[in-house]
């Protein structure tokens, strides 16, 4: 039997690799201040469609169904829209609320290469603070993390919803097409600039090509004077400009880089939005300011702002550039018995209490077939205590990788720590 | 909004507290030589079933649904069930196979007191070792996990499969009866003896008085020359005095107890059995020997044993008995630009990558809301970082526990570290 159509089991070495990653991701996130939250996997199918205005069209795109009482429930997509469900039912705490939540979410995409059903997010966001710090703050992290897991070049490409707002404006399209442009522009990277003309062709956008002339030349001071005519215009500059000076300030500016073709999908940003990008094709993260949707949920208003990492394709970047080092997954030795069970197992269990992970024979195999085994298993450190041996009040180590073995003093564990400590 | 029916949200100090017994249950199983393993929530109902013999029951007591394509889905039950399809699936990996999993699970029950329908367990397994060492390494991984948690008193309650059918056959039950006396003796903590006199005479099981004295008595020395009739009691017997030898040489013996009335549900187990009890109700954990699991998921015949830790019984357990250390959160330290917000971020991102978490002014508000904030959080350090102290390159630490104040050379942040670490 396999596992569901488009999700995986995670196993071995890919398995030690996504807690590689995990862990330091959550490193970072707990070194800025952010607390933990744990929402369901299952949400009310209400949840998760108000985000998108409750329309049922959500539907094709997730795992919905009903319970014995016929509840209606869906698995959540991502990890933002139950949090705001619980920062909106939860108004009284102390804020800003930071938090950060890595875990599984859901969606019913057509299976492609690397792209799964099931896959896992690990996010920040920052609930009521609405100020330019805290978008300082999120790329701050992002860039944390990146260089953390060892990207050598990377970027957050930064854009802002208000400036998109007075480009399309600026450019002659009515309000009500707005989000027709948003659309087109955002399938860049899968259509191409002359995809992004047809389909605005197509949907009857007028003065579209001044639109893709402004976008394509990606060069805001050029334009600065035109979005100036516009309110929205005027506050999406304070935001961007805010931003990259604060950026300049904190001595990021070589990892930020400002672009005008970025949109985010037709989610509920606000204000400015990043993405983040390390080579090959995909982003492995984004995410923006979100003002509104909390009160979506029935909240207090509650300015918010956020970033999603994509765990697997942060994990498949690293892979694809080499960026595990060698001691991605513990160290652990092997200790094999020869007519000296009790004592090995004792020993076993001082060594583990020092710090030194052990596997240990449960086949009562012969000690070549130990070897193969530890080979198999890619473990460097073997140890053999042996009845003779331990007359002696000694063990034998091996190292596996050299060949090199020591004669270890019972008395004189701590040696072996040393030893391996000294071969890293 | 709310969660769903039966699920919660784990914030706060609630979601600190999970985090530190689940990294403290992660460490020891690494510790033990166990790797990762994540298999996803969703799986066809046909892997879910096949457990219980693939009839459709257990659709009453899981989520079940189907998918747009209309196959039948379902979220897992427990962790056992997908590692066994897992291992079924990939015959050719090195035995014996080590892996813990710890993952959410999700039960159709009725929602009470402390039971989630969304709920996590942390597991340990292994798969291809038919010898006693398995068994004992999970009993030993049983029991530093509970010591590593703080659990001053505690029971690994061990029983055998084997010799639960030899004392049904012994009481002169006949074998079609055999699971419904099971059945029966699991309910003890329930429904107590009358209860289970009653169930057996309700179920027309013969003799059944003498099977309730047998166990009642709960002495195996007593009964040892009426098992050792049975093929199945022999066996049994090697088993459980094979494991409780080991259990004494390895010094666990105080933390082992040997318990007729054990059963264990009316699962998949066919040798020895253990349930973790901690006072309190509940058993925090539970498993035992599997050795026909994996054939039942299409694989070689592969013995199999394990654990499983029911991970917010062991924390609301951990609770009630006051086992959580004061620094069960990481350290946490804020800081307050005061008129200087371009320094106060560039020493925060030194003092992060020294290893001191920090959190800093996100909502540009005055000192004394910031204090405010910083103990409503919880926060013990208090960093001011102001123009004036900073023209005599210094800042200004407080202990907000105990009011003592420092001034630090910004040319000597190592101090910071060193007053946190000589106050904890």
Redesign the interface.
């Known amino acids: ?5 488009g ?6 070495d890919e ?2 690799k ?2 590689y990653v995990l862990e330091r991701i959550k490193d970072v996130f ?4 952010y ?10 199918f ?2 998760l469609a ?1 985000k998108g205005g409750g329309g049922e069209e959500i539907k ?1 795109e997730i ?7 016929d ?1 209606e ?1 869906g ?1 959540r997509f991502d990890l933002t829209v ?1 949090t705001a ?2 920062v ?3 108004p009284t705490m ?3 609320y ?2 950060y939540a890595i875990g ?1 979410v ?1 969606r ?1 995409d057509r299976p492609q290469a690397g792209r799964y059903r ?1 896959f896992t997010q690990a996010d920040i966001d ?1 609930f ?2 609405p ?1 330019i ?2 978008d ?2 999120i790329l ?1 992290i992002a860039i ?1 993390v990146m260089r953390k897991l060892g990207f050598p070049e990377f970027k957050i490409r930064v854009n802002n919803r208000k400036i998109l707002e007075a480009m399309v404006l600026a450019s002659g399209i009515p309000e009500d097409k707005v989000i027709d442009a948003f659309r087109a522009i955002d399938k860049l990277d899968k259509i191409g600039w002359d995809g992004i003309t047809k389909e605005l062709q197509a949907k009857g956008v007028p003065n579209y090509e001044k639109l893709v002339s402004i976008i394509r030349e990606n060069n805001l001071e050029k334009i600065r004077g035109e979005l100036e005519k516009f309110d929205v215009g005027r506050a999406g500059l304070e935001e961007i400009d805010g931003l990259m000076k604060l950026v300049r ?3 990021l500016e070589k990892w930020v880089e400002l672009d005008l073709t970025l949109v985010r999908g037709l989610e509920y940003y606000t204000g400015n939005v990043f993405e983040i990008k390390a080579g090959g094709q995909w982003s492995c993260g984004g995410g923006g300011r979100y003002d509104k949707l909390v009160e979506i ?2 909240g207090r208003p509650t300015p918010a702002i956020g970033i999603s990492f994509g765990v697997e394709r942060v994990i498949q970047l690293m892979e694809d550039s080499g960026l595990f080092p060698e001691n991605y ?2 160290t ?1 030795m ?1 200790i094999a018995p020869i007519q000296a ?2 004592e090995a ?2 020993i076993r ?1 001082k060594l ?1 209490e020092m ?10 195999r012969k000690l070549n077939k130990q070897f193969d ?1 530890a080979k ?2 890619g473990y460097r450190w073997f140890l053999i205590i042996g009845k003779k041996d331990l007359e002696e009040n000694k063990i034998n180590l091996k190292d596996l990788e050299t060949g090199e073995e020591w004669k270890i003093g019972l008395v004189n564990l701590e040696e072996i720590r040393q030893i391996l400590e000294n071969s890293r």
């Not at 039997?1 to 159509?5: L, N, T, Y």
């Not at 707990?30 to 201040?33: A, D, K």
């Open positions: 039997m396999q596992p569901v159509r999700m995986k089991d995670w196993s071995g398995a030690w996504r807690e707990q070194s800025y201040g607390e933990p939250l744990e929402t369901p996997a299952v949400e009310y209400e949840t108000a094709e795992y919905y169904f009903k319970d014995k009482a509840r429930l698995l139950p469900r619980f909106a039912s939860n102390p804020k800003p930071k938090r599984k859901w019913y099931e920052i009521g603070s100020s710090w805290a300082l703050e701050e944390t300030e904190a001595g949920y029935g997954k513990p652990v092997y069970e009790k197992w004792k269990q583990i710090g030194i992970a052990c596997d240990i024979d449960l086949m009562e085994y198999s298993k």
